[in-house]
C-alpha cells in the first residue's frame, strides 16, 4: 500500500481509523473538530479515503474473477452428457405432467358429478323377515335389491304396484332401485310421489334424493328448495357446497 507523500504514517494510521470506524468516541469528537479548522486535514482524509476505495474496488474484482474461474472448472467437470435413466426420468417426468393435464382438462369429473359422488348413499334398505304372507314379494324384492340386483327388486315391486298404486314405501323404493341403476327420469317420478305424500315416513329421504338428483341434471336451485325441505343430517353441508359453486 503506497501512502501519499504528504502523509505521515501516523496520519495515516489515524485517518484510517477515523474512515474504518474504529476510533473511540473522545477521539472521534476530537479528530471532527480538528477537520473543522484544518483544511488540509480534509485534503489528506479525502486522500486516504479514495485509495482506500480504490483498494475495496481491486480486491472485489480479485475475488470476482477467482469466483468465475471456480465456476467455469466446475462447468467443465459437469459437461457431460446425461445417462440413459436421467433422460428415462426426464421422459417419465414430462409424460406423468403430460398425463395429469389430459386428466384434468378431459377425464375430471364435473362439479356436478364431484357433489354427486361426495354425498350420495344409496339407501341400506329395510329388514326382512321373509315370512309366508302376502309380504312376502315385498321382502324378496327387498333382499333383491340390498344384494345389487335392482333390475329383479325393480321387477318384483312394480308387479306389486297393480294392487297398491300409491303406496309409499314401494314408492320410495322403487326411486332408490331406479337412481341406482341410473334411470333418473323413473327415481325422479317415484319420489316426487313419495314427497307429496304428506303422511309418507320417507317424505324427507325423498326430497334428499330429489335434491341430489337435482345437482346431477345441474339444477342447482331446485335442489336448494328441495333441501329446505328435507331433514337429512348432510343437507347443511350440501346446501353450502351448493351455495359456494
Same mark, same amino acid.
Given at each position: 500500500?503506497?501512502?501519499?507523500?504528504?502523509?505521515?504514517?501516523?496520519?495515516?494510521?489515524?485517518?484510517?481509523?477515523?474512515? *474504518?470506524?474504529?476510533?473511540?468516541?473522545?477521539?472521534?469528537?476530537? #479528530? %471532527?473538530?480538528?477537520? !473543522?479548522? /484544518?483544511?488540509? $486535514?480534509?485534503?489528506?482524509?479525502?486522500?486516504?479515503?479514495?485509495?482506500?476505495?480504490?483498494?475495496?474496488?481491486?480486491?472485489?474484482?480479485?475475488?470476482?474473477?477467482?469466483?468465475?474461474?471456480?465456476?467455469?472448472?466446475?462447468?467443465?467437470?459437469?459437461?457431460?452428457?446425461?445417462?440413459?435413466?436421467?433422460?428415462?426420468?426426464?421422459?417419465?417426468?414430462?409424460?406423468?405432467?403430460?398425463?395429469?393435464?389430459?386428466?384434468? *382438462?378431459?377425464?375430471?369429473?364435473?362439479?356436478?358429478?364431484?357433489? #354427486? %359422488?361426495?354425498?350420495? !348413499?344409496? /339407501?341400506?334398505? $329395510?329388514?326382512?323377515?321373509?315370512?309366508?304372507?302376502?309380504?312376502?314379494?315385498?321382502?324378496?324384492?327387498?333382499?333383491?335389491?340390498?344384494?345389487?340386483?335392482?333390475?329383479?327388486?325393480?321387477?318384483?315391486?312394480?308387479?306389486?304396484?297393480?294392487?297398491?298404486?300409491?303406496?309409499?314405501?314401494?314408492?320410495?323404493?322403487?326411486?332408490?332401485?331406479?337412481?341406482?341403476?341410473?334411470?333418473?327420469?323413473?327415481?325422479?317420478?317415484?319420489?316426487?310421489?313419495?314427497?307429496?305424500?304428506?303422511?309418507?315416513?320417507?317424505?324427507?329421504?325423498?326430497?334428499?334424493?330429489?335434491?341430489?338428483?337435482?345437482?346431477?341434471?345441474?339444477?342447482?336451485?331446485?335442489?336448494?328448495?328441495?333441501?329446505?325441505?328435507?331433514?337429512?343430517?348432510?343437507?347443511?353441508?350440501?346446501?353450502?357446497?351448493?351455495?359456494?359453486?
Amino acid at each position: 500500500m503506497n501512502i501519499p507523500e504528504s502523509i505521515s504514517q501516523e496520519e495515516f494510521e489515524k485517518i484510517e481509523r477515523y474512515l *474504518l470506524n474504529s476510533m473511540g468516541k473522545a477521539e472521534q469528537i476530537a #479528530f %471532527e473538530r480538528e477537520l !473543522e479548522k /484544518d483544511k488540509d $486535514l480534509t485534503k489528506k482524509v479525502g486522500a486516504v479515503k479514495t485509495m482506500l476505495h480504490g483498494i475495496e474496488e481491486i480486491a472485489f474484482r480479485e475475488e470476482l474473477n477467482d469466483l468465475h474461474q471456480e465456476w467455469v472448472r466446475k462447468q467443465g467437470r459437469q459437461k457431460k452428457p446425461p445417462g440413459i435413466w436421467l433422460r428415462y426420468g426426464i421422459a417419465a417426468s414430462v409424460l406423468l405432467i403430460g398425463g395429469f393435464f389430459c386428466w384434468w *382438462l378431459w377425464v375430471r369429473p364435473d362439479f356436478n358429478e364431484q357433489v #354427486f %359422488e361426495a354425498f350420495y !348413499e344409496a /339407501d341400506p334398505g $329395510l329388514i326382512t323377515a321373509m315370512g309366508s304372507t302376502a309380504a312376502y314379494d315385498f321382502d324378496r324384492a327387498m333382499v333383491d335389491y340390498k344384494t345389487g340386483n335392482y333390475e329383479a327388486a325393480i321387477r318384483r315391486w312394480e308387479s306389486l304396484q297393480d294392487d297398491k298404486p300409491g303406496n309409499d314405501t314401494l314408492n320410495y323404493f322403487l326411486g332408490a332401485a331406479y337412481l341406482e341403476t341410473k334411470n333418473l327420469s323413473f327415481s325422479r317420478h317415484h319420489l316426487q310421489e313419495v314427497a307429496e305424500s304428506d303422511g309418507s315416513g320417507f317424505r324427507s329421504e325423498a326430497y334428499w334424493y330429489l335434491a341430489l338428483l337435482d345437482v346431477l341434471e345441474r339444477d342447482y336451485e331446485n335442489a336448494l328448495i328441495h333441501l329446505e325441505k328435507s331433514s337429512h343430517p348432510g343437507k347443511d353441508k350440501l346446501k353450502k357446497t351448493l351455495q359456494e359453486r
